[in-house]
């Protein structure tokens, strides 16, 4: 296959010129076949690895005018330094923080583009001041979340030009969300060319649903020829928080059913069987589901022609109505925020009771429906900004499923944000609070491709 002499790195290029590297399966295949055709490495399993230093991955997610990031150490779960960059475009202003230190400092920074917004958080990490690395060479990948993989990806992949002419494929599920975070990755590839590049989907942990599970009802040509199916999201969140919940109980995650539970600004539910993602709430897109911030969740389809008809309404006016104007913003009608609501609920603000009491009733229906589907729950977890704080909300949500052993203990359930076993002495089913940390699995799942295949 190679010449005699021919480079490891030479090799390396081989395959990813040629698009070889698609996932972290066929990097085994690929050490495999080098150790082959070249007998001296076989001793040497990790050889990609240039140096024995540990990994740093830089984390990034990428919104229209926005860029959240990220510098961890996956090994040993520390982040380095972290930030955001708003107003991409626009003006640009940097906000970036070092954790050892609970450093903060703020700039505002000329950002036409996403390009000078990642060399500003370059610039920013490698600061003398206020840096946490020397220099760019420290930063030995970066992982990018995707929002929409589509069926295409069912795990994270090493970027090459296969992957991005794909997810351009993916970009009419997600039209809002993926045409941002591929212009990270450009922005990414442009100013930090030759540093590998990998892509985590939201929707990849949920690949595991069966046909039963993710097929709408509807002429079936329409997910032949369109793909419209359930596809689900916040996949990286749920993933992680069953883990966590496996290793917090003692048992293999392959023994238990979990019921994994996402409340924040956005929300969805998932069941998880043996480790696998089997049913979600969120479908076709992020809308579907539970009532969240501003998304109305599950409506009769027949709901969008009525407000057509009746208010001489555009499909994208309604479509703008049920994402950004709905949800317990259009019951509460003041405010999207869950912390807002409970302050006006305890105030007497019927409508804020009202919100609180739709959106418990929902996610209540999800947890036991969710249970089904699996024949029974080990646990219930609570994850993510009203997932983890809100107290009083997950009171409210367990309250009815005691027939289920699903109980909590009112003093351990005044946690907020720390992992905890919240469950009562007599309860039957585990109910964990256990804080989300997307950016982890990310980090991690970059840092295990990128040190099978090299740099």
Request: charged share 25%; aromatic share 6%; proline share 5%.
């Amino acid at each position: 296959m190679f010449m005699a002499g021919t480079s490891r790195r030479k090799k390396f290029d081989f395959f990813r010129n040629n698009g070889l590297f698609f996932s972290s399966e066929w990097s085994t295949i690929i050490i495999a076949i080098l150790a082959e055709h070249t007998p001296s490495i076989k001793a040497e399993p990790n050889f990609f690895k240039e140096r024995d230093t540990i990994m740093k991955v830089l984390v990034i997610n990428a919104g229209s005018s926005s860029l959240k990031y990220q510098l961890m150490v996956p090994e040993t779960k520390e982040v380095l330094a972290k930030g955001l960059c708003e107003r991409i475009g626009i003006d640009g202003r940097l906000t970036h923080k070092v954790p050892a230190t609970d450093g903060k400092y703020e700039f505002n920074i000329p950002m036409p583009t996403h390009a000078e917004a990642i060399q500003a958080v370059l610039d920013a990490l490698t600061s003398p001041e206020h840096g946490v690395i020397k220099s760019m060479s420290e930063i030995d990948a970066v992982g990018h979340r995707v929002v929409h993989g589509g069926e295409k990806f069912a795990c994270s992949v090493l970027i090459d030009d296969a992957v991005m002419a794909a997810l351009e494929e993916c970009i009419p599920l997600a039209p809002l969300h993926n045409p941002a975070n591929i212009t990270g990755i450009q922005a990414c590839q442009k100013v930090m060319p030759g540093v590998p590049m990998v892509g985590v989907f939201d929707t990849a942990f949920h690949q595991t649903m069966p046909p039963r599970a993710f097929m709408y009802a509807i002429p079936y040509e329409y997910y032949e020829k369109d793909h419209v199916r359930r596809y689900g999201f916040h996949g990286t969140s749920h993933l992680y928080v069953s883990r966590r919940a496996a290793d917090m109980l003692g048992r293999p995650i392959e023994e238990l059913k979990i019921v994994t539970c996402h409340l924040g600004n956005g929300s969805s539910i998932c069941a998880i069987d043996g480790g696998k993602s089997i049913e979600t709430s969120m479908g076709f897109t992020p809308l579907d589901g539970v009532p969240m911030g501003t998304r109305s969740g599950a409506v009769d389809p027949s709901i969008i022609e009525f407000l057509m008809h009746t208010h001489s309404l555009t499909i994208d006016e309604v479509m703008n109505i049920l994402n950004k104007k709905s949800g317990v913003l259009g019951v509460f009608g003041v405010s999207s925020d869950f912390r807002d609501l409970e302050k006006a609920a305890e105030e007497g603000n019927e409508r804020a009771k009202l919100a609180i009491d739709m959106f418990c009733y929902k996610v209540t229906k999800r947890i036991a429906s969710a249970s089904a589907t699996m024949g029974g729950v080990d646990a219930v977890v609570f994850t993510a900004g009203v997932g983890e704080n809100s107290a009083e909300l997950r009171e409210q949500i367990v309250s009815s499923l005691g027939f289920m052993g699903i109980k909590i203990d009112p003093e351990k359930n005044k946690v907020r944000g720390e992992e905890t076993d919240i469950s009562a002495a007599d309860a039957t089913v585990h109910t964990l609070l256990i804080p989300t940390n997307e950016e982890l699995v990310i980090a991690t799942d970059t840092a295990e491709i990128v040190s099978k295949l090299g740099k």
